[in-house]
Nanobody, 126 residues
Framework: QVQLTESGGGLVQAGGSLRLSCVASGRTFSFRTMGWFRQAPGKDREFVAAINWSFGATYYSNSATGRFTVSRDSAKNTVYLQMNSLKSEDTAVYYC???????????????????WGQGTQVTVSS
């Protein structure tokens, strides 16, 4: 019943920053985990970051650690991904995803998420 819509992608030079947003809309918003994934041409979908909605605990891939920050605004039903120090290898379509459960051992797996947005393109030039 919930739709996810990403925005904020674009073209940025290496070393720059972008802030992605994911807005949940519909009759119900009950996700316990929100994740960010990305997929580059010819590559598998890759986990980037996740956040536990209740506690605000965050989790990051090795490549995202120290550069990216995931956060949420409950009043706006919105999750954000702040990306700093961007590299050319960050170029991909970025997707947000929702999971009604909290799965600390499998939240990096795309199969854990039942709801997905359409994605927003991030292109980093070098």
């Amino acid at each position: 019943q919930v739709q996810l819509t990403e925005s904020g992608g674009g073209l940025v030079q290496a070393g720059g920053s972008l802030r992605l947003s994911c807005v949940a809309s519909g009759r119900t918003f009950s996700f316990r985990t929100m994740g960010w994934f990305r997929q580059a041409p010819g590559k598998d979908r890759e986990f980037v970051a996740a956040i536990n909605w209740s506690f605000g605990a965050t989790y990051y891939s090795n490549s995202a650690t120290g550069r990216f920050t995931v956060s949420r605004d409950s009043a706006k039903n919105t999750v954000y991904l702040q990306m700093n120090s961007l590299k050319s290898e960050d170029t991909a379509v970025y997707y947000c995803a929702g999971d009604p459960n909290f799965r600390p051992l499998s939240m990096s797996e795309s199969a854990s998420y039942g709801s997905w947005g359409q994605g927003t393109q991030v292109t980093v030039s070098s």
